[in-house]
Nanobody, 121 residues
Framework: QVQLVESGGGLVQPGGSLRLSCAASGRIFSMNAMGWYRQAPGMQRELVATITSDGHTNYADSVKGRFTISRDNAKNTMYLQMNSLKPEDTAVYYC???????????????WGQGTQVTVSS
């Protein structure tokens, strides 16, 4: 019913930048809170950043000052601008969103399939 698709991942050198996108499609009534998570090899999944429907943001300490989360509600899309990338940022990045559906109005959480980000020289 609802699909989240991440894009923008890839291989970059330390200090480089990437911009991730998460596009939602389906019978969407509204997009509510959204967030980016990541999971590195051998590590647990961790929260990277969140953004509410009114634009309030929150960041993990490890990415503050380097990453910026944003959203375009008209396009049902969320973004993560990643600057000054470090090798420790290497992980699979996942999109998460709370979405309210049409008929009946039901709010559920959805996950994307993930996109690989590799930071290496």
């Amino acid at each position: 019913q609802v699909q989240l698709v991440e894009s923008g991942g890839g291989l970059v050198q330390p200090g480089g930048s990437l911009r991730l996108s998460c596009a939602a499609s389906g019978r969407i009534f509204s997009m509510n809170a959204m967030g980016w998570y990541r999971q590195a090899p051998g590590m647990q999944r961790e929260l990277v950043a969140t953004i509410t429907s009114d634009g309030h943001t929150n960041y993990a300490d490890s990415v503050k000052g380097r990453f910026t989360i944003s959203r375009d509600n008209a396009k049902n899309t969320m973004y993560l601008q990643m600057n000054s990338l470090k090798p420790e940022d290497t992980a699979v990045y996942y999109c998460n969103a709370y979405i309210t559906l049409w008929a009946p109005r039901t709010t559920l959480t959805y996950w994307g399939q993930g996109t690989q980000v590799t930071v290496s020289s």
